[in-house]
């Protein structure tokens, strides 16, 4: 059975405190790790896709990062407009495929 | 650039009524999708739509129905609420299948 987990469930950082959010998962045929933040009362927003062991994709603040195992988000001198829940999701084969796994998120909260 | 539209955003029903949740996508997609998110449980696929005329089974079909009404529109049925469906519901849409998916902001529905 396919596995996402996240951690740390909540993390609390000051204004300029780097740190990395882990998205550990096991699916079968990994087809693609997706990104995404949700803000409170709002839908998940789409924040990156990665493909294959070795990949990296870049916005503002926020750096994806894969491994054959795992993901990271590292988010580099947050600011308080980055809080909010960090989901992510990988993309598998099994069970005849199409279908998304996700974790159950990390909760970010950055403070002044 | 509406993206993903959900009616209604709240919804309360009784034991046993019947509704049908709404959704539709302004950006030419293909695949549609309805998810459940529950406190501490990741977001639970329901049922999916790779292209207009089919869906598929999710993780947690029982007690729902969909309906593919063309390639913009996606319904969500509840035939005979129950407590245990009081949840946000989630629509979203893809290119294809294993794409990027955008969500539209929710339906919070509570059965009493």
């Known amino acids: 059975e396919d596995q996402v987990t996240q951690s740390p469930e909540a993390l609390r950082l000051q204004e300029g405190e780097s740190s990395s959010l882990n998205c550990s998962y096991t699916?079968?045929?990994?087809?693609?790790l997706f990104w995404y933040r949700q803000d409170p009362g709002k839908g998940p927003e789409f924040l990156f896709t990665?493909?294959?062991a070795g990949e990296e994709k870049e916005k503002e603040r926020l750096k994806a990062t894969l491994t054959k195992k795992e993901s990271f988000l590292h988010i580099t001198a947050p600011k308080p407009e980055d809080s909010a829940t960090y989901l992510c999701a990988a993309y598998g084969l099994t069970g005849g495929g199409n279908k998304l796994t996700f974790g159950t998120g990390t909760q970010l909260k950055v403070e002044l | 650039n509406a993206g993903v539209t959900q009616t209604p955003k709240f919804q309360v029903l009784k034991t046993g009524q019947s509704m049908t949740l709404q959704c539709a996508q302004d950006m030419n997609h293909n695949s549609m999708y309805w998810y459940r998110q529950d406190p501490g449980m990741g977001l639970r696929l329901i049922y999916y739509?790779?292209?207009?005329?089919?869906?598929d089974k999710g993780e947690v079909p029982n007690g729902y129905n969909v309906s593919r009404l063309n390639k913009r529109e996606f319904s969500l049925r509840l035939e005979s609420a129950a407590p245990s469906q009081t949840s946000v519901y989630f629509c979203?849409?893809?290119?294809?299948?294993?794409?990027?998916?955008?969500f539209g902001d929710g339906t919070r529905l509570s059965i009493l």
């Open positions: 699916v079968s045929g990994l087809r693609g």
């Open positions: 979203a849409s893809s290119e294809q299948l294993g794409q990027p998916q955008h």
């Open positions: 990665l493909y294959s």
């Open positions: 739509s790779a292209s207009e005329g089919t869906t």
